[in-house]
């Protein structure tokens, strides 16, 4: 905490994550590392996409090439593992999609709205 009303302190950061301002001790680290999301992601980071019929019939497959450019936008494609699933239990609100290791699952998601779904899951990993 600072006890000086201006900022900034001494010893601290201002980080912006997805239009979020916090201060942040430092840690010293080089830049590279904390400019580069892909480089702090959290292990076995993972979206399962289901790949039934009827998720497929809802587009399962659009989905699955949205979230393909949007992890190579971000250049996540070699940190982020997308792997198409069997029956997640929820057919007739697909396509569904779960983020792992978190647990995370949307169902009806759109390509249109797979960019900030990758914003939310994968900045939150880069701050845990």
Sequence with gaps: ?????TFPCPGLNL???????APLVSTGSSASSASNPANRLEKNQKILICQKSDCRKRGGNRLY????EALTD???????????????KRCKAGPNIVFMPDKVSYSQV????VPNLIEKHLSEGLIR
Excluded: H, M, W, Y
């Design 15 to 21: 980080l912006t994550v997805t239009g979020i301002s």
């Design 65 to 68: 090439t949205a979230i393909e």
């Design 110 to 113: 759109n390509p249109a709205t």
């Design 74 to 88: 971000r250049g996540l494609q070699d940190q982020v593992k997308i792997q198409g699933t069997g029956c997640l």
């Design 1 to 5: 905490f600072c006890p000086i009303p």
